[in-house]
Each structure stands twice: as C-alpha cells, then as structure tokens.
C-alpha cells in the first residue's frame, strides 16, 4: 500500500529523478533472480513433470510406447478421462521387487566410496595448490581443467588399457618384480573407485582450492603462537574453515557418481548392479518406459531429499549463529 | 573404430559435396545403419548413379534404434533393426508398407532367408533383408587346445558344462549381454523348444546360466571383438560377423592368435537385419530407390565381401569372393542351415520375466 502511494506521488511529480531509476533497479534486480528461475523451470521442473507424468502411464506397443497419451486436440473432456487413467502402479511395483533397492543402496555405497576417496585425494592436492607461490596458482588450475579437454569416454577407455591384465600397470609391476601373477583389476568394484574418483577428482579439487584460497593464514600462524601442533592447528583451524568447500566437493562427486552409467559399464565387472544400468534395462530392455521414469523420480528424490534438509538445517545453524 | 571414423567422414565430405552443388530440387535419403556394417564405396555409387544425397548415419544397438523410432520424428528414411525388433516396431506402427512397384530387384531375393523374416514381417510387406548372421562361439584356437586339448569346439557343451568352462574361466571367457539371445541359446542345450516363454523353462534356463556364472568374466556385447583378437580372453558366445572382425584383426596384428567361428553342432540362433522404412519418413522414394540399389546382385555382394556377413539376396551369390561364400561357418551348408532357429519376440510380459532373470544371472540379484 505505501509502495503504491509512493509510485502513486512520484507519478505525479515527473520530476522526481528517483522513479524511472529506481523501477529499472527494480526491474533488473528481479530479472536477475527470474533468469536462474526460468532456467530452473525449463530444463528441471518441466522435464520432471513430463518425466513423471509418463511414471503414472501404462506400456503399451505404440508410439509412444505408454498410455495415456495426452493431446491437446482430444478436447477437455477427452483430457479429463485421461487423466483417471494415471495411477501409482508403477511405484507398488517397484517395492515388490527387492532388485531395485538393493540398486539403490549399491549406487549410493558406490558413489559414498568413490567420493570419501576423491576427498582423500583431493584435498592435498587443493591444500598445496592454495599454498602454493600465487604466480604459480593459474597454472596448477589449469593443470586440474586440463583434462576436460579430452573427451570422458576416451579417458576411461585409457583406464581400460592401463588396468586390464595385460595393461601397462601390471607390465610395470611384473617387470619390477612387485607381483609375479597379473593383478585382476579390471571389472571388479576397485576399477570403478579407480574410474569414478579420477574422473570427477576436478569437481572435488575447485571448491576445495576456492575454499582453502579465500583462508586467512594469520590464523595458523596465531595458533602455533598458542601452542597447537600443526596437526592439531590444521584440524581446529583449517579444516573447519574449509568445510563448505569440503561440502560442495562431495556434492559434486557424490551427486553424479549415484547415477553413473558409463563408468561401471566399462570398467566394472558384470556382477555390479547399479541404478543406471536397472533403469537401463528398464527402458531398453522392457521398454518399459513408465516403470523406468519411476526408478527415475525415485533416484531423484533419494538425491534432492537429503540435499533440501542440509540445506535447511545449514541455514538454520547461520540463522542461530547470528 | 578407425573404419567407422573414415566412414563418418566420406559421408561427410559427400554431403558437402552435395551440398555445394545444390541446385533447385535436391534429393536426400537419410540412413540409419549399423557400425561398420556396409562398404562405404555402396553409397557414393548410389549417389553417382541416381544424383541422390546420402545422409549416413550410424547406430550400435537395436534399443537405440528402438528408442528413437518409437519416440517419433526420427528424421530418417532408412533403418536397419533386427527381425524381432521389427516385429514389434512394426505392430506399434513405426514403418510404412513397402511400395513393390518400385523394387524389381525383389526378384533378387532368396526364399530360404525370405521365408524366415516371414516370420517377423508376415508377407514381408514391410521390410527386405540386408544381412543375416548367426550366434555361436567365436575362440581363441591355441588357447582352447592348451585348457581342452581339442582342437575344434564343435558343440554348445564347452560353454554350458560347468566342468568344461572351468578350465577356460583363467584364460577368460565373454557371454554377449542379451538374453534375447542367450536365453533361447541356452533352451537350445537343455532341449527346451527355443520358443518357449514358460517360467519355468525361463527358470531352468536361470539356472543353467547360473552354474556357468562363476566362470565367466563379463557378459557384454561388443568388448569381446578386441578381447578375443588381442588374445585377452578365449573364448565368447557372439554374433558372428563380430568374431569374423576379430579373426582378421588378429590376423593383422599377426601376434599368433588365431580366432575361430563356429555354429555348434546342436544348432544355433539365426538373426535378420532388415532394410525398413519408417512411417514418418519424407523421402520415400528415395528410400525406395535406395533399397532396390542395395538388392542389385553385384551391390549386395559388395555389401558381403566387404564385411564378411550372409545376404538374402539369392542372386548376388554369383557374385561373392570364394573364400566366404564356401566357408560354411559364413555361409552354412543345408545340413546347418536345417539346424538354425529364429526366436519370435516376446510379449512385455515374458520380455520382463526374462529381463529379471537375466539381472539374476548376470549380478547374482
């Protein structure tokens, strides 16, 4: 109501300087927020309804291969009807079958692993990077990005090749007597830890080096004055300081590494059961197209769930620590 | 990999080619086929010869395929899916019917393949054949005499006797991940009718898998090519122009492996690889035009030399290199060919039951 008297009399001075100003500040502060929302809305939100929309359909041998299928010119009525058609079946078949939980809890074990480990390596890595001399920092960035301009899947292809029984790790280590039997490491869980963490190592190194660059040292240096050891200074000072960026880091391996297809399918063993491969079997196999879109919003909640409730509790804690 | 490459560039070049010289009126035809499935002096001959462009395009699984034709709007005027993919595409309206007005080289075919794609294209109204293959046992030779000291496989039951594979598990064995095949494949030795979609023949054949399991390495569908020529591994349940692939990769790399094909003595699996087009392609007489020139005698023989797969085209075998057409593990003999099986395709029903038991064997779930 204020606002509106406000523009109600600014209106009616034309001279006032502020308005046109002030309604292009306005008007642009929100464009800033709409732009991610409208990104949000077109590539998330509407692909998720559609996604599961067809999770409440029923297969059937057409194009598309699911009923029913809506169309605009059928008319409201037409539309009505079809919507009673949809229900939860799919979702009741996904928990009579303990194939598709005991998926779940694989992958999510899987990427747990793989993310501990990246973090494990990760984090020395940023540590040195951020501590190292400043003209050499945008090099060592670069190093890290560097591997990104060679496409994923030649890279895990060249994993294939150093791993497998004849590849160049057990020739190295046969000719150096370390082993006298081939290591098996191709297709077994270890290669797939192997492939995961040095493929998304990157996405734990950047917010681990932003984190630990942004770091005041004085600190360190006023807690040895006190008397920590460096150990210890590192896990009251250091550590804590960089936990957001320890947090983003395994946001960024554990997140895509939950729905990781391509990497158990090449390097992994076939005994490994994973998410990506059952909604693949689903969708190609069966063609099975509305019980795959719900192991799809399924995954997708298991993901978005947690994250949403960290993300509340963490505001929370801002919140209180204000 | 280094052929497909080549292969993607000469369609490119061709099409800016083409491109350059577009006059008023172009003519395309847009295909969609195998990997490295057609010699790719075919479609700049077809090219020179009718001034139509071609779009080629390239696909390595039937689900691929699948995915994309029942989506809708593909954009392609040509596919290849394989017979029981087919008879199923066809039923949900994927293809349109066959003008044969304008294929006289029909008469080219050969009944003993046409008869059997009757079965997945009643009449064969909607698709003509480019290749068949079969499914048996591609095997590293030295390494199977080493482990069994035989010189030929000749029978399914080095695979399914647990005691037998034992002895090839170190030396490594593949089984190809798709129980569309293996299962049927596995019906075939426990003499079970390949057609059956009984759970409880679907349960035996589980089983049956799963006393194999511990000894093999990896079901999957394509690594084993490189695997067996490079000697990796000795011995894989495969498609046979795949193994073929890999006996003459072997055979280049000349580093003593020797791969072998065989069709195992109590039969095998007999596939199709049908020329079709979809309902919702724009050119369909290019398309029409495309597949009568693919069913020239001397095309398809082409076709075949150059990838060392069986062609229904009857007429084309006066035409084919001696060495495949005489080689019976290409071209079985009538005794063989008596042998071999199709598999219809399954209803969603069994198609699931089978998917589950598939990712029983498979993952041990």
């Known amino acids: 109501m204020a606002e509106a008297t406000a523009s109600l009399s600014s209106a009616a001075q034309p001279a006032a300087p502020s308005f046109g100003d002030r309604m292009f500040q306005a008007l642009t502060s929100r464009l800033v927020i709409i732009v991610p929302y409208l990104w949000l ?71 747990a692993v793989s993310t501990f480990f990246a973090l494990l390596v990760g984090y020395p890595v940023a540590y040195g990077m951020a501590r190292a001399p400043a003209a050499w920092r945008p090099t060592l960035l670069m190093l890290v990005i560097l591997p990104f301009w060679t496409s994923f899947l030649i890279r895990v292809y060249a994993w294939m090749g150093i791993l497998k029984p004849e590849g160049l790790l057990n020739q190295l280590l046969l000719s150096l007597n370390v082993i006298d039997t081939p290591l098996l490491i191709m297709n077994t869980h270890t290669a797939i830890f192997i ?128 | 990999m280094k052929k497909k490459l080549s292969l993607l560039s000469t369609a490119t070049v061709i099409a800016t080619m083409m491109a350059g010289a577009a006059f008023a009126q172009e003519r395309v035809v847009n295909v969609y086929n195998w990997s490295d499935y057609i010699d790719e002096s075919i479609v700049q001959d077809f090219t020179k010869e009718t001034g139509i462009k071609v779009v080629y395009d390239v696909f390595d699984s039937n689900e691929l395929l699948e995915t994309k034709l029942l989506a809708g709007g593909s954009g392609y005027d040509v596919v290849v899916p394989t017979g029981n993919f087919l008879a199923r595409q066809i039923q949900a309206g994927v293809f349109q019917k066959l003008d044969k007005s304008k294929l006289p080289n029909l008469a080219n075919m050969w009944d003993v393949v046409s008869e059997r794609t009757a079965k997945y ?94 000894y093999v390495r990896k079901f999957h569908s394509s690594e084993y090519i490189n695997a067996l020529a490079n000697g990796d591994i000795c011995l894989a349940i495969g498609w046979s122009g795949d193994v073929f692939q890999a006996r003459d990769r072997a055979a280049e790399a000349d580093q003593g492996v020797i791969v072998d094909y065989v069709i195992p003595s109590e039969g095998a699996e007999m596939w199709f690889d049908q020329l079709a087009i979809p309902a919702d392609a724009k050119n369909i007489e290019e398309a029409h035009e495309f597949l009568n020139y693919m069913m ?70």
């Open chain 1, 41 to 111: 809305l077109l590539f998330f939100l509407i692909p998720f309804v559609i996604v599961f929309r067809i999770s409440l359909s029923q297969t059937a041998i057409a194009m598309p291969p699911y009923t029913p299928v809506f169309s605009l010119q059928d008319g409201l009525a037409a539309f009505f009807d079809q919507l009673r058609e949809l229900n939860f079946d799919n979702y009741v078949w996904l928990t009579e079958d303990p194939l598709y939980f005991n998926a779940y809890v694989s992958s999510v074990w899987i990427a």
């Open chain 1, 195 to 322: 492939g995961i963490v040095y493929s998304y190592l990157p996405f734990m190194i950047l917010p681990l080096y932003s984190a630990l660059e942004k770091m005041d040292y004085s600190l360190i240096e006023a807690a040895q004055d006190l008397g920590c050891t460096p150990i210890s200074a590192f896990w009251k000072i250091t550590f804590p300081l960089s936990l957001p960026g320890v947090i983003a880091g395994c946001m960024l391996v554990f997140i895509p590494a939950v729905g990781e297809f391509v990497i158990p399918d090449l390097l992994g063993g076939s005994q490994t059961l994973m998410i990506g491969k059952t909604l693949w079997n689903e969708f190609f196999a069966n063609r099975d197209w509305p019980v795959s879109s719900a192991v799809a919003v399924i995954l997708l909640l298991l993901l978005i769930v947690p994250i949403m409730i960290f993300q509340f509790a963490q505001a929370r804690a801002q919140e209180q620590g204000r």
């Open chain 2, 121 to 214: 294209d009643p009449g064969n109204e909607y698709s003509i054949n480019y290749m068949w293959g079969t499914v048996g046992i591609g095997y590293n030779q030295k390494k199977v005499q080493e482990a069994l000291g035989i010189d030929k496989i000749d029978s399914w039951d080095v695979v399914f006797n647990p005691e037998k594979l034992a002895k090839l598990a170190d030396c490594g064995v593949y089984i190809l991940d798709s129980p569309t095949d293996i299962i049927p494949t596995t019906f075939k030795y426990l003499g079970i009718d390949t057609e059956s979609t009984s759970p409880e023949d679907i349960a035996k054949a589980e089983e049956a898998l799963l006393k194999i399991r511990p």
């Open chain 2, 296 to 365: 020239k005698p001397e095309v398809a023989a082409k076709a075949t030399n150059y990838i060392y797969f069986p062609n229904g085209n009857k007429a084309s075998q006066a035409f084919i290199d001696k060495e495949i057409i005489d080689d019976p593990a290409i071209y079985p003999d009538e005794a063989t060919l008596a042998k071999l099986f199709t598999v219809s395709p399954y209803d969603p029903k069994t198609q699931r039951l089978i998917t589950r038991s598939w990712t029983k064997v498979v993952t041990g779930q």
